[in-house]
């Protein structure tokens, strides 16, 4: 069997949760996640600590229920309407992204996480080196977003959102912000970043004083949502991922 997401055979071995994250169950942080929790089996034993190395010439569960590797990746991008979680399946009952992207046999997750109200880009894949591509800090991939403040942001406003507002006791990393349009009681900026902390854009909006009304992303590591409708999904094509990987 050929791993056509890296050109790889899937018998060559590799670190459980990679393999776990290749056959398209979760992205790799979150099957690390999943082996801490005990809820992995390698071979009929529960492994608990990072480091053991599998092939598919092993048996892996999770769950209790076998779990094998992907024959094809699957790459989408989703216009994400405000009142969806960004997750799998909710033990809340509340509507999830998986909701809008009928008619995909494959198993795919979301790549990051956008906010229940928040609109736009989201990818969702079962290529887990892919997703870790896509949301690892050392990757500093960018992702772009259109905020509606209330308020109309100072010059001395912008600059420290430029430079770095102290979240959670540390400096976010400088970022690029740039007054769209201003209105009667509040205005449009344009946000790009590179972090990924919980519910940044929001939160440095409310540190400089300007609470965020609505927020949507529009750009995520060289993709753009362009004209997209809210709710409505597409493939990814091979060129665009063939870009943002850097083939």
């Given at each position: 069997?050929?791993?056509?997401?890296?050109?790889?055979?899937?018998?060559?071995?590799?670190?459980?949760?990679?393999?776990?994250?290749?056959?398209?169950?979760?992205?790799?942080?979150?099957?690390?996640?999943?082996?801490?929790?005990?809820?992995?089996?390698?071979?009929?034993?529960?492994?608990?600590?990072?480091?053991?190395?599998?092939?598919?010439?092993?048996?892996?569960?999770?769950?209790?229920k076998?779990?094998?590797?992907?024959?094809?990746?699957?790459?989408?991008?989703?216009?994400?309407?405000?009142?969806?979680?960004?997750?799998?399946?909710?033990?809340?009952?509340?509507?999830?992204?998986?909701?809008?992207?009928?008619?995909?046999?494959?198993?795919?997750?979301?790549?990051?996480?956008?906010?229940?109200?928040?609109?736009?880009?989201?990818?969702?894949?079962?290529?887990?080196?892919?997703?870790?591509?896509?949301?690892?800090?050392?990757?500093?991939?960018?992702?772009?977003?259109i905020?509606?403040?209330?308020?109309?942001?100072?010059?001395?406003?912008?600059?420290?959102?430029r430079t770095?507002?102290?979240?959670?006791?540390?400096?976010?990393?400088?970022?690029?912000?740039?007054?769209?349009?201003e209105?009667?009681?509040?205005?449009?900026?344009?946000?790009?970043?590179?972090?990924?902390?919980?519910?940044?854009?929001?939160?440095?909006?409310?540190?400089?004083?300007?609470?965020?009304?609505?927020?949507?992303?529009?750009?995520?590591?060289?993709?753009?949502?362009?004209?997209?409708?809210?709710?409505?999904?597409?493939?990814?094509?091979?060129?665009?991922?063939?870009?943002?990987?850097?083939?």
């Amino acid at each position: 069997m050929v791993d056509e997401m890296g050109g790889r055979h899937m018998f060559e071995k590799m670190r459980l949760q990679k393999y776990i994250s290749r056959c398209g169950i979760a992205s790799r942080r979150h099957a690390e996640e999943m082996i801490r929790e005990g809820r992995i089996r390698v071979n009929g034993k529960v492994v608990t600590e990072m480091g053991m190395t599998v092939s598919a010439l092993d048996l892996v569960e999770c769950d209790g229920k076998p779990i094998v590797p992907e024959e094809n990746p699957v790459y989408i991008m989703l216009n994400k309407p405000g009142g969806y979680v960004t997750t799998v399946s909710d033990p809340e009952g509340r509507k999830t992204v998986m909701d809008l992207i009928d008619g995909v046999r494959e198993r795919v997750y979301p790549v990051g996480r956008l906010d229940y109200d928040t609109e736009g880009l989201l990818i969702l894949t079962n290529d887990g080196d892919f997703a870790h591509r896509m949301t690892h800090p050392r990757h500093q991939v960018t992702k772009t977003y259109i905020a509606e403040v209330e308020g109309i942001p100072s010059q001395e406003a912008l600059q420290k959102l430029r430079t770095g507002v102290m979240l959670d006791e540390r400096l976010t990393s400088p970022a690029k912000v740039e007054l769209l349009e201003e209105k009667k009681n509040g205005a449009v900026l344009r946000i790009t970043i590179h972090e990924g902390r919980n519910r940044q854009v929001k939160r440095m909006c409310e540190a400089v004083g300007h609470p965020v009304q609505s927020l949507k992303r529009i750009a995520f590591g060289g993709l753009r949502l362009g004209d997209l409708k809210p709710g409505k999904w597409r493939y990814i094509s091979a060129q665009e991922v063939k870009r943002i990987k850097g083939d």
